[in-house]
């Protein structure tokens, strides 16, 4: 009688062994895996740290932030952006952010993006023209210089703005935030603006126009001098 509770202590014992991993191995299998942390959000991070509304305004509006957020899930190499305080867009011409359309203001928010992740102490190890998102950066397009001096001192040339880098607002390794107090302007989008307006293709043709009918007018009135003469000539000879 003993050896049989025994045994069916040993049953039981088993039995409860069992049931227990079944159950904690179907558990985990159901869990699924934490989801790996997404890239850091650009519009928090600025709106956290406050002056830097119209940047955040441009960023919404032309999708680059969107934009960013999935090129940094999608590529290693990290993203620098430079941004202007709200200061920095008031110091522009008035009327000048308005004045730009969409592409352009897609170009101005793209220029203050460099498509690598550049720790602050490492701009002395940048080429020249340093190249940005906004695209090519020969000159006449988006070229844009750095310079570097002692304690870290960083300075943005675009060949109409110069400015340093202020401050750094974020840096994780992959994105890197800085402050600027004015906003980089690239010669693509601001140098034409900066020259006089080219003479209206109407009043051109209005010109041409006024031209040939001058000249039309000069050869009937010649032909009719012509004419009398011969008349008058020809009355003489009578």
């Not at 305004?57 to 957020?69: A, F, P």
């Not at 750095?146 to 040339?157: E, H, Q, S, W």
Request: charge should be neutral.
């Amino acid at each position: 009688m003993a050896i049989m509770k025994q045994y069916l202590n040993l049953i039981f014992t088993l039995s409860f062994l069992f049931f227990s991993h079944l159950h904690c191995s179907t558990t985990s299998a159901q869990s699924p895996a934490p989801a790996p942390p997404g890239p850091p959000d650009i519009i928090k991070i600025l709106e956290k740290a406050n002056q830097y509304t119209i940047f955040i305004r441009l960023l919404k509006s032309t999708q680059v932030s969107d934009r960013l957020i999935g090129e940094l899930k999608d590529a290693d190499d990290g993203k620098t952006i430079f941004a202007p305080t709200d200061k920095a867009f008031s110091n522009l011409k008035s009327g000048a952010l308005n004045a730009l359309n969409d592409e352009q203001r897609v170009e101005l928010v793209l220029y203050h993006v460099v498509p690598i992740y550049i720790p602050l102490n490492q701009f002395q190890t940048v080429s020249n023209p340093m190249r940005t998102q906004a695209g090519d950066s020969g000159d006449g397009e988006f070229p844009l210089n750095v310079t570097t001096a002692a304690g870290n001192t960083v300075t943005l040339m675009t060949g109409l703005t110069k400015t340093r880098v202020a401050g750094t607002i974020y840096a994780d390794g992959q994105l890197a935030i800085y402050r600027v107090d004015r906003v980089l302007e690239p010669l693509q989008v601001f140098a034409s603006r900066s020259s006089g307006p080219a003479p209206a293709p109407g009043k051109s043709r209005k010109a041409a126009d006024v031209a040939e009918n001058s000249k039309a007018w000069s050869l009937v009135l010649h032909n009719l001098a012509l004419f009398a003469v011969c008349v008058i000539a020809f009355a003489l000879s009578l």
